[in-house]
């Protein structure tokens, strides 16, 4: 993989457990040998963090289009700001969360999915996207009581549809996640680690 930068999204229900899993991994794939850096959506940012003080809590949610068009922003200062640069490094760059999050989200609230990719050209196609998949039931126990505006089971059920139909066209591998954290762990870095031996 010398001189060509990986770049891989974990993607999921809320509470399915991908910033663990984000964590896990890329710490697997450093003790591996592997140049990996994690990252997050939304980022780190100027608009990253507008959306987590602004957007994600409240009474209720913003319009879609409205999120669709702030996390396309986003994206591109993430895309621009650390992900291209981490793969011009070489690096493997592992995201909680990309593009299919605004698909499944935005897309489930009733948005196009033709025009939520088109307001994201501008993304980086990930080279794998895995979809943590846990039942919607579950992930909403598991949520704290102070929840964002998109952590209600309907809204979840919905996500979980769209996530899904990008599963049966290919886009995303699914993982099982409502095993133990550890079978997750190892599930995924077989995922990973055969890709990276066939990208050899």
Known sequence: MANKGVFIC?????????????????????????????????SRGRIGQFIRKCCLHGD???????????????????VNNEVLPALKEGKIVVSDRYVY????????????????????????????AVFIDVDPETVIGRLKPKKSVMED???????R?????FVEKGDLTRIDGNKSESEVAETI????????????
């Open 10 to 42: 974990l993607e999921g229900l809320d509470g399915c457990g991908k910033t663990t899993q984000t964590r896990i991994l890329t710490k697997r794939l450093r003790n591996e040998g592997y140049g990996a850096v994690s990252t997050a959506e939304p």
């Open 60 to 78: 209720k949610r913003l319009p879609p289009v409205v999120e669709a068009l702030l996390f396309a922003a986003d994206r591109f200062e993430h």
């Open 101 to 128: 999050s605004s698909l499944a989200y935005q897309g489930a609230a009733g948005l196009d999915l033709k025009w939520i990719e088109m307001v994201n050209e501008h993304a980086v196609r990930p080279d794998l």
């Open 153 to 159: 089971l309907q809204t979840q059920r919905e996500v």
């Open 161 to 165: 549809k769209v996530y899904l139909k």
């Open 189 to 200: 870095f077989q995922v990973i680690a055969a890709f990276l031996e066939k990208a050899n």
